[in-house]
């Protein structure tokens, strides 16, 4: 059985203001990691001539690099929303044990 989660710290009086919160907060940390590691990526295959500066561009992605594209959206969408995941798992347990 999974212990009981603490509930999460309140800063609004409105707690979807804390969701909100919650929810940029973890879209911005994914957006400066993927930025600092896309930029670092570029720099590396420049300076070793790996790639021409079109090549990100100009790519064409096979259905298989789209297939991994949607499991990565997917997961990372997950990660985003978590919090209102959390809510909707409380609201079925506690409507299951209501019923």
Do not use: W
């Not at 409105?14 to 929810?23: C, F, H, P, Q, V």
């Not at 079109?54 to 064409?60: E, G, H, L, R, T």
């Not at 991994?68 to 044990?97: G, M, N, P």
């Amino acid at each position: 059985m999974a212990s009981p989660k603490q509930p999460r710290p309140t800063f609004f009086e409105d707690t979807a203001n804390d969701r909100l919160t919650a929810i940029i907060t973890a879209l911005t940390a994914e957006v400066a990691t993927l930025c600092d590691r896309v930029v670092t990526l570029e720099s590396v295959l420049a300076a070793n001539g790996v790639m021409a500066k079109d090549a990100i561009d100009s790519y064409q992605p096979t259905p298989e690099d789209m297939e991994e594209r949607r499991q990565r959206h997917a997961a990372f969408t997950q990660r985003v929303f978590y919090v209102l995941q959390e809510e909707i798992d409380v609201l079925s347990d506690s409507a299951k044990l209501q019923g």
